[in-house]
């Protein structure tokens, strides 16, 4: 038998071993789903405290129960070490490692870099290797073929197999998760696409394969480009609204009612997470390298970056309106997650709105009942452990993230001035003279 003959029989009948480089948001809910499926995973991960964590049937993901881990763990489906030379004995092999940007706006591959070197000192034939890691189009064929195959005289799509297939995680969520939001998957050959899919088809409910990695890696830009590009148009409407002094909220709900040709997004305090923030500048940063301007990622990106100075300028007029300055006023903001229920603080647009109070002079407070500290650049703060105290001492509440376990009618009640940036007071909030909204 052929190496992909005896691969896909592995995988087939479950016997094949599997790796997951990388634990965090993406690693450990795909490990505990091929483990659940039968297969036996392993996941590596450096930092010790999650493979620690892992190990002992815990679990340091909000979105994967620690009952499921423990289960797995005792059941010997799943482990988790910091000891890379155990991809010697893997079959399969998932990279669901951090890409973050660097301060100057350009992606920062190291994380991919780095789990691809060692990747690369135990890759062997008869391994199929999957990219999940959002990156620009051309990273799967540029950077980790010629280290995974090339250099180590492995033939892509007869003896190795490379692909690329974007993970689609959306913290918080539970009716589409892992084991059924569809699974693109792109390969560097169509051998190579057969096979990744062939894996992940044991796991997942559906998965969708397209002709190439670079299909695959564009596939996953569009997803965030266009979410990043509709938030920043209705951002924009929302401050065009403001100068016009016509509500937007009421305007986004009069749209939304048209059965066809709209889709409903609302505006807030700026971008959050892994994905929307991030991922559209890898494409244009990779369309700058080829003399081309992505026009519409390029101002999405201003409008949106802009949105927590607008909302500290809120701030300061509504304080302005009683009296009072920003400067040496108590301000309270009510959630700092990137999004409601979840406690993922990745690129969200509290900390930005919680830094500039802080430049203007405000005494900044904080509550989350997902994040108890915060510790970022130059400051550091912990969550008021009694908000209905902390409420009415504020001289203003700004709600950043609304989170669904907050009491709206009653801090709307107790606050001397609120300024909502999600509307999560919905009518009563439009009506009180004490709040102004975005």
């Known amino acids: 038998m052929s190496e992909q003959e005896i691969l896909l029989q592995k995988l087939r009948d479950h016997s094949a071993r599997v790796g997951i480089l990388g634990l965090g948001y993406v690693g450990l809910p795909l490990a505990v789903v091929f483990a659940d499926a039968g297969l036996s995973v392993i996941g590596i991960d450096p930092d010790s405290r999650k493979v620690e964590t892992i190990q002992r049937g815990d679990s340091h993901i909000q979105d994967v129960p620690a009952e499921q881990v423990n289960r797995l763990v005792k059941s010997g489906r799943l482990q988790a070490t910091t000891d890379f030379s ?100 792109g390969g560097i050959t169509q051998t190579c696409s057969d096979v990744a899919a062939t894996w992940y088809c044991q796991a997942l409910e559906r998965v969708v394969p397209v002709s190439s990695a670079e299909v695959a890696e564009m596939a996953k830009l569009l997803e965030n480009t266009f979410r990043m590009i509709n938030i920043g148009l209705v951002n924009e409407m929302a401050l065009m609204c403001d100068k016009l002094g016509v509500d937007v909220w009421e305007v986004i709900d009069a749209a939304a009612t048209k059965p066809f040709g709209f889709m409903k997004f609302t505006p807030g305090p700026g971008l959050g997470g892994h ?82 109070l802080k430049q203007k002079g405000a005494v900044v407070s904080y509550h989350d009942p997902h994040i108890p500290t ?53 009518s009563a909030g439009k009506y009180s003279h004490k709040v102004t909204r975005l």
């Open 86 to 185: 155990v991809l010697k004995d893997v079959d399969a092999v998932s990279i669901c490692v951090p890409t973050p940007l660097r301060k100057t706006g350009d992606p920062d591959l190291s994380f991919i870099l780095n789990a691809t070197e060692k990747l690369a000192e135990y890759v062997h034939p008869g391994m199929v290797v999957v990219l999940e890691s959002t990156t620009y189009p051309g990273t799967t064929r540029e950077i980790l073929l010629p280290k995974l195959a090339h250099d180590k005289g492995l033939v892509v799509g007869e003896n190795f197999f490379l692909a690329f297939s974007p993970e689609r995680v959306d913290p918080g969520r539970r009716d589409w998760t892992t084991i059924n939001t569809p699974k693109v998957v």
């Open 275 to 356: 994905c929307i923030p991030i991922d559209p500048l890898y494409l244009s940063w990779k369309l700058r390298a080829l003399n081309y301007t992505a026009r519409f990622i390029e101002l999405a990106s201003e409008i949106n970056t802009g949105m927590p100075r607008y909302v500290v300028t809120k701030v300061q007029d509504a304080l302005n309106e009683v009296g009072k300055p920003l400067k040496g006023s108590r301000v309270l903001v009510l959630g700092v997650a990137y999004k409601p229920d979840i406690d993922d603080l990745r690129e969200s647009p509290a900390l930005d709105v919680i830094g500039l």
């Open 374 to 426: 915060l510790n970022h650049d130059s400051w550091s703060l912990s969550s008021v452990t009694d908000l209905m105290d902390a409420v009415p001492q504020a001289d203003c509440v700004v709600i950043v993230t609304n989170h669904s376990t907050y009491d709206y009618s009653a801090i709307l009640e107790a606050a001397q001035l609120i300024v909502d940036t999600r509307n999560a007071l919905g």
